[in-house]
């Protein structure tokens, strides 16, 4: 294997300052979805201030088909880069241990399709490419993350995907990413893989085999592929399986699942049940050339 061109490293905190600073950025981020109670509480409070009328009004606004359907979502999002670049993210790749690695130089001239996995089942990962992670490996490369579309369906789950640069996960709006050179950021497994991730397991498997989709995204624009593996995600949390769950993904676009980091939140595990630390390490292959091949 060739030797990494660049190798961007966060060491975990050894100080218990710095140890509690990391787990608590880490477990306000990985518990985003929850952050709904931030924008549902104020609507609901309003309408108790304010009356029916002027709380309806506001759902309505907030809910419009619009905003919620056709909104940012599908055209250009809406990437908040004091965020996306944010400090604060250091802390969360430092309570991992993050490593990155890069086989090769990407120039940045042209986007890219980054293809990660295994997609595990927090994905917590993705959280490390955060705070110029990215620029630091590819300098002048702009990720966007494609996020599946029920993402974008729950209050404040949704604002925080808009504004950490995240589109849905659809031919057209991907396609408009590659034409304004931003490279996109893409999990193949999907909902699918994470019922692969089992935390007993030695092995990785991944949901591969019937995912062309990405393969031929690609070769709509010809758009190289990055393939990047992700070792120490299956890991990171404790999965618990539910029955029917394949019918209410195949129904929803949900993945039914429980699952418990540590003291049973969503807090991802450091170390494992016999004691071995539990690291996190990007291995970012070099881009396999695909060609332009035009639709009949």
């Not at 002027?54 to 965020?83: D, E, H, R």
């Amino acid at each position: 294997m060739a030797p990494f061109v660049r190798v961007v490293e966060f060491p975990r905190s050894t100080s218990t300052p710095g140890k509690v600073a990391d787990a608590v950025l880490m477990f306000v981020f990985s518990h985003y979805i929850f952050w709904w109670v931030f924008f549902v509480v104020p609507l609901v409070a309003l309408w108790k201030v304010a009356g029916p009328y002027v709380g309806m009004t506001a759902l309505c606004l907030y809910f419009s088909p619009l905003w919620f359907f056709n909104g940012a979502s599908k055209g250009k999002g809406m990437l908040l880069s004091w965020l996306y670049n944010s400090s604060a993210f250091r802390y969360v790749n430092q309570y991992c241990n993050m490593t990155f690695a890069a086989e090769a130089e990407l120039p940045a001239d042209r986007p890219y399709l980054f293809c990660f996995a295994p997609h595990g089942i927090l994905c917590v990962h993705r959280i490390g490419l955060l705070g110029h992670t990215l620029s630091q490996l590819f300098p002048g490369v702009v990720g966007r993350f494609a996020a599946a579309s029920p993402q974008f369906m729950i209050p404040g789950c949704r604002e925080v995907c808009l504004w950490l640069g995240a589109l849905d996960a659809n031919r057209k709006t991907l396609d408009a990413a590659f034409d304004r050179n931003e490279s996109v950021l893409l999990w193949p497994g999907g909902s699918k893989e994470i019922f692969l991730t089992d935390v007993t397991e030695k092995s990785t498997t991944l949901y591969i085999n019937d995912r062309k989709g990405f393969v031929k995204l690609a070769m709509r624009k010809g758009v190289d592929l990055v393939p990047v593996f992700v070792f120490g995600e299956q890991r990171v949390v404790t999965k618990l399986a539910v029955p029917g769950w394949q019918k209410f993904l195949k129904w929803t676009k949900i993945p039914l699942v429980l699952f418990w980091g540590r003291y049973f939140t969503w807090l991802p595990r450091v170390v494992d049940d016999e004691g071995r630390d539990i690291n996190i390490k990007f291995a970012f292959g070099a881009p396999i050339p695909v060609e332009a091949v035009p639709e009949e």
